[in-house]
């Protein structure tokens, strides 16, 4: 049975359309990437320089000829190599047991990024969670739930994640490509920072709870549970995802601290703390040895600040400036 032509057409034109759109939505991306980076070069830098991080952690091939994480020069030991100078082979020298500091700071760019991402998600999931419970059902859920955050608030973070790391790190195995002591960072940096940022959550869906279209919703007879979902949590993901920015600096600075102090990454894996932990007693004849890894900390930390930053200042222009 033949289709009638005005059908035809209609598809055809609806493909030409398609079409015609592709390369339009391609040109108003490149447009917006350009006020952006005309309005924000702050931000911009830091944009560009969480992507190079990305790729270091996924194809760290791209920038070391060393293929593997597990390859020789960065998990080996070579007494006749160590306290190298950086040089044309070792870019940035080598360590205490001869290993190529350049290629453990980009392979060590992979456990920085898996765990500050990793933060992240879990965190941010559970304040989001714990926050919205909170401010809707209120009452004793209320009540026990912020008696919670009090005490996660009153008990300093470094404290509280060295005492976890030790009690559980043994007791918890790998999970793909997260050994158990990187998992362990995760879950305690995730679990302090979402309880303590659930606060600013309740806060923000509080004051949205208040808004006319919520009280309509109310009206109708809609459940909290609806309410929540289809009102509040899309409203609060702009703020959820401009905090995400900020704090996976603030996660990845935590992970070098714990490791600076002998609880984070354990060795042979990299880790930038542990890489500047190593150095210390050699920091006044060897300065180098410090001097990358706290470079990679320092850029990583504040490439996600600009960042988060920017983003902030593009998507809520009422909070520019502010901190």
């Known amino acids: ?17 398609r079409r015609k759109g592709e390369p339009l939505l391609v040109i108003t991306i490149l447009k917006s990437c350009g006020r952006f980076i005309k309005r924000y070069p702050l ?3 830091g944009g560009v320089t969480i992507i190079l991080l990305v790729l270091m952690a996924i194809v760290p091939q791209l920038f070391t000829p060393l293929d593997t994480q597990s390859s020789d020069y960065v998990i080996g030991v070579h007494i006749s190599d160590r306290f190298l100078s950086p040089n044309s082979t070792a870019w940035f020298g080598t360590n205490g047991l001869g290993r190529d500091m350049y290629a453990r700071l980009i392979y060590g760019a992979r456990t920085a990024i898996m765990i500050g991402f990793g933060a992240v998600l879990l965190g941010k999931t559970l304040s989001t969670t714990l926050g919205i419970a909170s401010a ?3 009452g004793w859920t209320d009540a026990i739930l912020q008696r919670f955050v009090e005490v996660f608030q009153s008990i300093p973070t470094i ?8 009690a559980f790190e043994s007791k918890i195995p790998d999970f793909g490509p997260l050994s158990s002591d990187m998992l362990i960072i995760v879950i305690c940096v ?19 709870r208040e808004e006319t279209y919520v009280e309509a919703a109310v009206s109708l007879g809609a459940s909290n549970t609806r309410i929540m979902r289809q009102h ?15 704090f996976v600096g603030s996660a990845v600075l935590l992970e070098s601290v714990l490791s600076f102090l002998g609880y984070g990454v354990q060795p042979p894996n990299p880790s930038w703390g542990r890489e500047l932990n190593d150095a210390r007693e050699e920091l006044a004849r060897y300065p180098h040895l410090a ?33």
Do not use: C, H
Request: aromatic share 12%; proline share 4%; glycine share 8%.
């Open 1 to 17: 049975m033949s289709q009638s032509p005005v059908i035809n057409e209609g598809r055809e034109s609806a493909l030409d359309l």
């Open 43 to 45: 931000g911009a830098v």
């Open 136 to 138: 809707f059902l209120g």
């Open 159 to 166: 404290l509280f994640l060295i005492i976890a790391v030790v």
């Open 190 to 208: 995730s679990i302090d920072t979402g309880f303590q940022s659930s606060r600013t959550v309740r806060g923000v869906a509080l004051s949205l």
């Open 232 to 246: 509040i949590l899309p409203n609060l993901f702009q703020y959820v995802i401009v905090s995400a920015s900020l």
């Open 291 to 323: 001097f990358f890894p706290g470079l990679f900390i320092f850029l990583t930390v504040w490439s996600f600040n600009m960042f988060g930053d920017s983003l902030r200042d593009k998507l809520d222009p009422r909070l520019r400036g502010t901190n």
